[in-house]
Every structure is written in C-alpha cells, then in structure tokens.
C-alpha cells in the first residue's frame, strides 16, 4: 500500500490500472509518462494520474513502474529502463512475452522485473476508454516468475490483487503459445472477417442494414488498434502462424462438407463446435 | 390487435414474439404448436402461451400462425399449410428466404404468406431462453412483399412494430446473399474458431484458464444449435460458399503477411478492417 507508481502509457490498460490503484488506496501518488501530450492531458483531466513526468524523473522517483505501452515499445525501453533500475519493480503488461524475456535474461537487473500479462482489454484505445474495475475476476499471466526477486514478485502479487485479478504463472515459451489460441487469432478472425464484408459493401453498401448482434461480437474486435497488434503479431508470429494454419484448415472443412453437400459431417463439425460450453459460460 | 395467434415452435424466437405479444396486448390469446412434450411445458409454465393445440386445430382457431421452426422444418409444412388457410396471415421467422418463397411461388394461397426474417438471435435456445424485449431497436427484413396479400403484410407491420422492430424490404434473393455476409459466415467463423482451439486443448488443458472477453465474443455463436444450423446452410449454399472462400482468401494474405513478415501490409490490412467503425459501434 501507499506506493508511489509510474505509469508509462496512460491509456486504456495504463489508465484502468492507474484508476482502480488511486481508488482502492494502493497508490500514494501516480505518476503519468506518455509520449502524446493529448493523452497527458486527458490523464490529468480524468484524474487517472496526479502529474505527469518525464520517464527519466519518473523512474527516479517511483517503488514500482508499469509499462503499459504496446510490446514493440516495451522491447525497446526495457533493457535501457532496468539499468536504471535499482529497487524499484517494473511491471510490463505487454500481451508477449517470450521476447521480453529473452531480451533481459542476462540482465544484472533480471530480478526487478515481472512479466506479466492481464487478460482483458477492448477495442477502444486512449485515457477515455479507461475503465475503473476493468480487471476484476479477470486472469493475469505471470512469466518465468523464477527470474524474479521475492519481494518483486511480492509487490506484483499485490498490484494484481488489488486489480481483484486470478494469477496464474506459467513459463513466457507457454503463455505465447496460449495468447496465440485464445487471444491473438481472435483477433485475425475479426480483422478478416471485417475486411470480407467491407470488401462486398464495395458493391453493394445496403448490406449493414441488416447487421445483427451475432455479427457485432464476432467483427468487434476489428476495431483494435493496428500500432497494438502489428508489434504482438510480430512477436508472436510462428505461434500465430501455426493457429491460424490449424484455423484455415477448419474452415476448409466447413467449405468442403458444403461443396459436397455433406450435411452430416458439416451437423458433426457444429456438434464438436459446441463442446466451447464447457469453457465459456 | 387482439388476435388470436399460434406459434409453431415455441423456443427462442416463438417464445419472445408469443411473450412481447402477450404484454403488450397485442394477442387476445397465444396457442402454442410444439412438438418437443417438454418445450410445451415449460411454455405453458412461463406463460409464454395460453394453451398447447395440435397444429391442425390451432390453425382453424387463429388469425396469424408464425412459424419459428428451424428452416428445414418450415419448408416441410409451409405449402401443406397453405392449403389449410383461408384468411389467416402466416409469417415465418426463417434465416433464409429464397428456397421458402419459390416453394410457394405458384401457391393459390400464397398472398397469405409474409416471408420474414426478424435479425435477433443468441446461442441460447428452448422456451427458457425467450427474452420479451429481444427484438427492440433490431432490424426485420420482409420479402418479396409485392407477392403477399395487403391485409396480410399489414398485419406483419403490425406484429413487427408491436416486437419494435425497424422494417426493411428486399426481395428474397438479395437477403440471401446479405444473409450469408452478416449472419451465416459468423456462424461459420465461430464454430470452426472452437474447433481449432478445443482441437489444441486435446493435448493441453491449461490452455482455457486465460481465454479473455474478446476470444469469448469471437467464439460465442459456436455454441449455436447445429439442428438450427445445418437447413440453414443447406438452403444458402451457394451464398455461403461464395463468402466463405473470400473469408478464407482474407485471413491468407494475412498469413502471407506474417510468413513474409510484411508488416507494413499487415498493419494496412488492420487499418481497412478498423473502417468497421462506420457500420457498428
């Protein structure tokens, strides 16, 4: 309790942490570092943070940092911010964590650091989609725990409490091949799906009229942020790929039961589809 | 108002239309037509009707017979029905509607029949899953109504307003085709998305411990009922396969994107599908 946190990248995921973390008495003070003076403003604005600094004075003055910026960024400015680093913990909340990891194996400062990845996010963007109990129930990845001191673990154990969050530890290697099953070709799905139907709206632009609450949840995620998911697909990509192979093969059955009218194969392949409901309520 | 209706197949959709007509008086009295003893029952215990008929004496008793079946089964009984009516108004509530209407195309009483497709559903189905405001604010298309009586379309403008729900015209063929791109390859996309990730579970049962809110959304409509969905997609073959191999052409650029790690294109191909932006909220 009554930490002083620097939180860098003040948007939806840094802004929801930041708020639930001044709420719930966890932060003394929190300190806000983003690159886009727009979003300082608004941070400020939203009472997400209560100044905002530069990373430098940040990380000086700060018991824990949070590194709630895309995974592309987060690789550039770890191995730099934990030379920095003496006691302080940092947090990265990135959705990889594979290369983060390889990244500061060696680091003299290794211990400082907690890779973690909490399970939630929209797709909306920015201080204004923050949201105050965003995390709560929700499961959180911690990577490779091993690697981290007692006490910085410790101190992420507490965060993520606060954040009424399930922790769950299991090596970076594993946690990636996860994200790419239950997350990252989610994404993919919606992104092409999306691009499907824009692509016959070309044509024929009466064909929204009609778009149904089953269509929202599944073309939702499309809306996601492209600077977010470049970098994480990147990172991801061998994972990805093996998914979405896996993916396109399912879907060729689907396409194949239909050219050959194979109607009860195709009843099977939905039958097999709804053994989901043991896993999503 | 004050009709007399029967509903032929009291789940989901029967249910909700039969709960919304009864509130909102619209209906005198609902009769229930329903096959499965169960689904009767519990009808009759949720109030959702006021008695279960035989589906021969509820025709002579009603003014309107809507029909919430599965699509296979409407194009059973929907000729053999005509044959049977006078003035009633039949309405069905059908995913498809180019096979319904060319079936009655030459029908003597085919004025009596309204071809409609009211754009609600959800996963759920049986009369426990009846939702009395489900329809509100969504979309109902009704087709080809050059070919149904004035009385009896005026009727389902009553209905549908009575369900509040906005009203669009089209002939059967285009909905089919629109059908395919909002609904029937949602459908499609979820079912085979469970597949590849239960397919992964075989080997690693952990891996749904960190399953997040957006893979819940991509994947929810495969726990769709395939008895509902397998006339579905018989009746829109064509349609489907057509959508279903662009659908599969798009996620493999993205795939060659990532195999050729072009991220320039990748985030290109993000950026076109976030348009959905403008078409839903």
Chains 1, 2 share one sequence.
Request: proline share 3%; net charge negative; charged share 20%.
């Amino acid at each position: 309790m009554n930490k002083t946190i620097a939180i860098v990248g003040i948007g939806l995921i840094g802004g929801s942490v930041a708020l639930k973390c001044k709420r719930a008495g966890f932060a003394a003070k929190v300190m806000g570092v983003d690159n886009n003076p727009d979003h300082c403003k608004q941070a400020l604005e939203l009472g997400l943070v209560d100044e905002v600094l530069s990373l430098e004075d940040a990380v000086v003055a700060a018991d824990l940092i949070i590194l709630a910026i895309p995974v592309g960024a987060i690789a550039s400015l770890l191995p730099g911010l934990l030379d920095k680093v003496n006691t302080q913990v940092v947090i990265d909340m990135g959705s990889t964590k594979s290369l983060l990891t390889d990244l500061v194996a060696g680091h003299p400062q290794r211990g400082r650091f907690v890779a973690s990845h909490p399970m939630w996010g929209t797709e909306y963007s920015g201080p204004t989609a923050a949201v105050e109990n965003a995390f709560e129930q929700k499961a959180v990845i911690l990577c490779d725990v091993e690697k981290t001191d007692a006490d910085a673990l410790d101190t992420a154990h507490q965060l993520f409490n606060v954040l009424q969050m399930r922790i769950i530890q299991m090596n970076a290697k594993d946690h990636d091949v996860h994200a790419a099953y239950v997350s990252h070709i989610s994404h993919i799905t919606s992104f092409a799906l999306a691009n499907t139907v824009l692509e016959k709206e070309k044509e024929d632009n009466a064909i929204f009229e009609m778009a149904s609450a089953g269509f929202e949840s599944t073309v939702r995620l499309a809306k996601s942020n492209p600077e977010m998911w470049t970098p994480i697909l990147m990172q991801n990509r061998q994972n990805v790929l093996d998914v979405l192979n896996e993916h396109i093969s399912q879907l060729r059955k689907f396409k194949s039961c239909l050219e050959k009218e194979n109607w009860e194969y195709l009843n099977e392949l939905m039958s097999n589809a709804n053994q989901i409901r043991r896993i999503i309520q």
